[in-house]
């Protein structure tokens, strides 16, 4: 594979560029990125930005919230294919009439969720933020969630609030099993156990530490001597290890064990350092949203920053 590093340097500053790359993608697109995070991170970085062209190193959704923030900038994604299971789950049409069926409740919906789904809530949050956000409901107000029902569970049992959620799942994190990582904790009982809150209630049920990918993070930069059995994607060990070189990390066996024996989303890995190179070079393939979908699936992202 040609050596693309200092190829993607010099586009950067050609275009007046900027990469923006979410946790989960490999070492090699994460060693070219200017700024690494999760999906709140990344939508505060396409934010705060005062590049020409940002290109988002993630899924398809996270792009388009780039774009969203930037509406009059070129905002690229290495490729269109990366979709996101959650997005998959949640049909437009289908998703209205889960609203529909449960009037004048607060429509809260995760970030991961497609355009029209973001259109049609009152406000969007990220796993970083949405305990926050949904305490600062009045507690009169009922709520729905969606997509993701294990994080919205979660949530419930966080806050104590009524939510009713939508039937969707993060493949990636629904694949991890109690009774593996269990086993796994026995292996090494000085282990602490991280998962995300995307994951089931079983593997939250054994685990010591549950929070976002970025919370996670923090966490073992602050016991940066520890040995971690890690339950979210695998591609967060890049950057944990990099916080915590002494640290002892190992990704949690899902259900099926793989080769890795870990959990990969292959939404994620279709990006390449060549197809981020390419991205760059033709300022091909863009992020392009029609204007009135772009102004209201607009709104609760600025809201959900406006109540930060």
């Known amino acids: ?25 490999d070492a090699e697109i994460q060693s070219v990125a200017d700024w690494i995070g999760d999906s ?8 705060e930005s005062h590049a020409d062209v940002i290109l988002i190193a993630g899924v398809r959704f996270m792009a388009e919230t780039a774009k969203l923030l930037n509406p009059h900038k070129i905002v690229l994604a290495p490729t269109l294919d990366a979709s996101c299971s959650l997005v998959e789950q949640s049909p437009p049409e289908e998703y209205q009439r889960f609203i529909s069926d449960h ?32 305490r600062r409901i009045p507690k009169e107000r009922s709520i729905l969630f969606g997509p993701d029902k294990n994080l919205g569970r979660w949530l419930a049992e966080r806050t104590g609030r009524n939510i009713i959620t939508w039937n969707g799942q993060c493949d990636v994190h629904d694949a991890f099993d109690a009774v593996q990582i269990s086993r796994a904790k026995e292996l090494d009982p000085t282990a602490v156990v991280l998962a995300h809150p995307e994951c089931a209630k079983s593997v939250l049920g054994v685990s010591d530490v549950i929070g976002s990918t970025s919370q996670l993070l923090r966490y073992v930069a602050e016991h940066s001597q520890g040995r971690f059995i890690v339950a979210t994607e695998v591609g967060i060990l890049i950057e944990m290890q990099r916080a915590a070189p002494t640290a002892n990390l190992t990704p949690a066996p899902p259900k099926h064990i793989t080769e890795c024996a870990c959990s990969e989303c292959p939404h994620m890995k279709r990006n390449t350092l060549d197809l981020v190179y390419q991205a760059l070079e033709s300022l091909q393939p863009r992020i392009d949203i029609e204007q009135g979908l772009l102004e209201r699936a607009r709104a609760p992202i600025l809201r959900m920053f406006a109540e930060q």
Do not use: G, W
Not at 3 to 13: E, G, T, V
Not at 124 to 134: H, K, P, Q, Y
């Open 103 to 134: 009037p004048d409740h607060e429509v809260v919906s995760y970030i991961n969720s497609s355009l029209e789904v973001k259109a049609m809530s009152d406000i969007v949050c990220t796993s970083s933020n949405a305990e926050d956000i949904i």
């Open 40 to 47: 709140l991170q990344l939508a505060s970085k396409a934010q």
């Open 1 to 25: 594979m040609p050596d693309y590093k200092d190829r993607i340097a010099d586009l950067k500053k050609r275009q007046n560029a900027v990469i923006l790359a979410h946790y989960y993608q």
